[in-house]
């Protein structure tokens, strides 16, 4: 995957409380694709135990709801935005003429 190149289709992102929405937008063909993802730590998912939410419910909450998340990092595999675009990169193919993810 090429990540500079994805970046480049990036439209917008839309963040709320539990999804992060991706609008990739090919250059070309000016066709819009929007991928969602669960807004979730680029590490993975939060795991909290049952014996965390009884006993600590608000500490529980802190940690999930304001655990940093990574949209974009060049050198981590696992953002929101490489997670989003492999959710819709069979609506892309990589031109060689234009060095870019075209839509099909």
Same mark, same amino acid.
């Given at each position: 995957m090429r990540d500079e190149k994805i970046t480049s289709l990036l439209e917008y992102v839309k963040i709320d409380k539990f999804y992060v929405s991706c609008h990739f937008r090919c250059n070309v063909t000016n066709k819009t694709v929007i991928s969602t993802v669960p807004f979730e730590p680029y590490e993975g998912k939060i795991e909290l135990s049952w014996q965390d939410i009884v006993f600590h419910?608000?500490? #529980?909450?802190?940690? @999930? @709801?304001?655990t940093p998340i990574t949209i974009y990092n060049s #050198?981590?595999?696992d953002t929101i935005v490489k997670k989003a675009f492999k959710k819709v990169s069979k609506y892309f193919k990589w031109d060689a003429d234009t060095q870019n993810y075209i839509y099909i």
């Open positions: 419910p608000i500490q #529980s909450w802190d940690r @999930y @709801y304001h #050198s981590c595999e």
